[in-house]
């Protein structure tokens, strides 16, 4: 089984910037970010395979960038220009031979 674990939320201010860090204790095909507002769904922020291919929402392109260390099995989300709308808690997920993983979540809170 794989187990992740995130650091590195908080609150920042509108325009700010956040990293976020995520460790598996697993080896992972594919690692990425979600997030989630209260009473909304949970959507996909990045994701990156282990040959390093990426794929982003479309609201955080541009502004996100996901990177990962395959040899140390760590994922990681660095966000710039944070906007009140990328307030959720984002969760690190991973998959591996088609089933998925989750972290706990790490709070990210962008206010002025």
């Known amino acids: 089984q794989v187990h992740l674990v995130e650091s590195g939320g908080g609150e920042v201010q509108p325009g700010g910037s956040l990293r976020l860090s995520c460790a598996a204790s697993?080896?992972?095909?594919?690692l990425g970010w979600y997030r989630q507002v209260p009473g909304k769904q949970r959507e996909l922020v990045a994701v990156i395979t282990s040959g390093h291919n990426t794929e982003y929402a479309s609201s955080v392109k541009g502004r996100f960038t996901i990177s990962r260390d395959n040899t140390k099995n760590m994922v990681f989300l660095q966000m710039t220009n944070l906007k009140p709308e990328d307030t959720a808690v984002y969760y690190c997920h991973g998959q591996l031979n088609d089933h998925d993983y989750w972290g706990r979540g790490t709070q990210v809170t962008v206010s002025s």
């Open positions: 697993g080896s992972p095909w594919v």
